[in-house]
T-cell receptor
Framework: QKEVEQNSGPLSVPEGAIASLNCTYS??????FFWYRQYSGKSPELIMS????GDKEDGRFTAQLNKASQYVSLLIRDSQPSDSATYLC???????????FGKGTSLLVTP | NAGVTQTPKFQVLKTGQSMTLQCAQD?????MYWYRQDPGMGLRLIYY???????DKGEVPNGYNVSRLNKREFSLRLESAAPSQTSVYFC??????????????FGPGTRLTVL
């Protein structure tokens, strides 16, 4: 079973703080990793993708990948109430096509 | 560009009825996907089409059929709906690089209830 694990939360952070979302995966063949944001009743929206070890920054978002530890994280700096959503971590397997999704972490940013 | 569009947005069926969910993309993507999302289960792949003319089963294909009508359109058919197929269905598409960072983009979803 190729699994992607996330803490379901909710993770509550105050406005302006750094939110740290974590994800682990079991398939060592996974090549690429994606973070999606999903607001309640809406579809997943891609916010970050990463395939090399290390950090990748895009605005307030930083994705971190450690393939040796099979660990992916997403940092959101200067968190805003509008960041309150469920964040889905996904990985690709050997086929390169199918995405394996975690069940998501609920983030609540309080004013 | 509209991106990925899906019809209908909502549907209620009775057990045993059939229906087809429609999906279209205008991004000239090669690959298209159908997922279902259930509370506590996350997103699960039903079928995918790596390129026009090909389709493959995903994690939960039973009870579904698909058709890749052309490069733009990928439909999902429920031949005899069951209450277990009550779910939110998402279509997605990607360039289809089969390599690093083949990013998938999702449609707005179809909320299906089977009574």
């Amino acid at each position: 079973q190729k699994e992607v694990e996330q803490n379901s939360g909710p993770l509550s952070v105050p406005e302006g703080a750094i939110a740290s979302l974590n994800c682990t995966y079991s398939d060592r063949g996974s090549q690429s990793f994606f973070w999606y944001r999903q607001y309640s009743g809406k579809s997943p929206e891609l916010i970050m993708s990463i395939y090399s070890n290390g950090d990748k920054e895009d605005g307030r978002f930083t994705a971190q990948l450690n393939k040796a530890s099979q660990y992916v994280s997403l940092l959101i700096r200067d968190s805003q109430p509008s960041d309150s959503a469920t964040y889905l971590c996904a990985s690709t397997g050997n086929s390169g096509y199918a995405l394996n999704f975690g069940k998501g972490t609920s983030l609540l940013v309080t004013p | 560009n509209a991106g990925v569009t899906q019809t209908p947005k909502f549907q209620v069926l009775k057990t045993g009825q059939s229906m087809t969910l429609q999906c279209a993309q205008d991004m000239n993507h090669n690959s298209m996907y159908w997922y279902r999302q259930d509370p506590g289960m996350g997103l699960r792949l039903i079928y995918y089409s790596a390129s026009e003319g090909t389709t493959d089963k995903g994690e939960v294909p039973n009870g579904y059929n698909v058709s890749r009508l052309n490069k733009r359109e990928f439909s999902l058919r429920l031949e005899s709906a069951a209450p277990s197929q009550t779910s939110v269905y998402f279509c997605a598409s990607s360039k289809g690089l089969a390599g690093p960072l083949d990013e998938q983009f999702f449609g707005p979803g179809t909320r299906l209830t089977v009574l």
